[in-house]
């Protein structure tokens, strides 16, 4: 799978955002294999079901989740696409910070050479 990423600032605010909270990572988690209720998720954590369903918001609107009605039901599930856009994105941010730290590598190891006359 090809995955382009080009997200404006904002979009890439909002998904750092939302994975900046370890209970919506594990959100994430639970539904990267399967939709499960919105109900099922919030008896799984000690905070209320309204706080569950402001962690699902965050993640719905950095699009990382999709959610979808089904009769009374509300059902989530983790979006796989977006899931590896953020992969990418992490990949080139290390990328960058590898490469920065090479170059301060090479020039630390040019300092302690010894100069020959």
Do not use: C, N
Not at 62 to 88: C, M, W
């Amino acid at each position: 799978m090809v995955v382009h990423v080009e997200l404006s600032e904002t979009e890439m605010d909002r998904l750092f955002h939302a994975l900046s909270a370890s209970t919506r990572r594990d959100i994430l988690r639970r539904t990267m294999t399967k939709e499960i209720t919105v109900s099922e998720l919030a008896r799984e954590y000690d905070m209320s079901f309204s706080a569950v369903q402001k962690h699902i918001s965050v993640l719905e609107e950095a699009q990382l989740i999709v959610k979808r009605a089904a009769g009374r039901e509300r059902l989530v599930r983790a979006d796989p696409q977006r899931i590896a856009q953020a992969r990418v994105l992490l990949a080139q941010y290390e990328d960058l910070w590898r490469a920065r730290v090479d170059r301060l590598d090479a020039l630390l190891a040019e300092s302690v050479e010894p100069t020959t006359p």
